[in-house]
């Protein structure tokens, strides 16, 4: 008997000590789904990306990159190609999550690069139209985690029976392009990475390709 009830002490007790990363503990495959939800905290343990600071595939590329800004590891940084400074990146809030998508891929052709673009990207890269939300975590209203199937789960208003984050107005419903390249070691790197706020200011932009990504976001 004694030793049922140690048993049941050390569960409760490592249940305690969850955190993100084990509340959904979901391994993700090398290449993601396009549609579903993934996750980037404040640690690669805390993300579900199998792949940060190993750019494999494009799409790690873009969450090696993305890791570097929010969680500024020097090794990261250096693999993405960026410099981890706080002034350039985000400093991590560990109540926040940084929720996103891949929501289209493409290879670039000619046609898809007008003139002024030809300085910077190439026939044979890559574009990535990616989502994200960043979502503040209530502890107090945790209890009831939402259904992860939902692909808004995890950004619900905060309201302590559906979710226990609440959606940062100012990381809502944010498109991104990424535009990537493979280099000589077969590892892949961000060329060009492009916010929804430089979206409208760029010239002469491939009106095509933009279209197409914009048209498949979720939110």
């Known amino acids: 008997m004694n030793k049922i009830f140690l048993l049941l002490f050390v569960f409760l007790l490592g249940m305690g000590g969850m955190g993100v990363a084990d509340e959904y503990p979901d391994e ?3 290449s993601p789904d396009y549609s ?3 996750y980037l905290g404040c640690t690669p343990q805390q993300s579900s990306s199998p792949c940060i600071g190993n750019p494999v595939t494009p799409e790690c590329a873009i969450e090696t990159y993305n890791s570097c800004l929010m969680q500024q590891d020097e090794k990261v940084c250096r693999v993405a190609g960026i410099q981890a400074t706080e ?17 289209s891929k493409r290879t670039l052709v000619p046609d898809d690069i007008p003139k002024n673009y030809q300085t910077k990207w190439q026939t044979g890269d890559v574009t990535i139209f990616y989502a994200r939300q960043v979502c503040f975590r209530y502890d107090h209203c945790f209890a009831n985690l939402p259904d992860r199937s939902d692909p808004k789960g995890l950004c619900l ?10 959606v940062h107005e ?3 419903h944010s ?10 070691d077969g590892k892949w790197f ?25 048209a498949q976001m979720p939110w």
Do not use: W
Not at 87 to 103: I, R
Not at 175 to 184: D, E, G, H, T
């Open 28 to 30: 993700r495959p090398l």
């Open 36 to 38: 579903k939800l993934y």
């Open 87 to 103: 002034e350039d990146g985000y400093k991590c809030d560990k109540k926040s999550n940084t929720l996103y998508k891949f929501v």
């Open 157 to 166: 208003p905060v309201d302590c029976s559906a979710s226990g984050y609440d």
């Open 170 to 172: 100012g990381g809502k």
């Open 175 to 184: 498109p991104a392009m990424f535009i990537l390249r493979k280099n000589a």
């Open 190 to 214: 961000v060329v060009e990475h492009i916010t929804s706020s430089e979206f409208d200011r760029m010239k002469n932009r491939p009106e095509k390709l933009f279209q197409e990504g914009l």
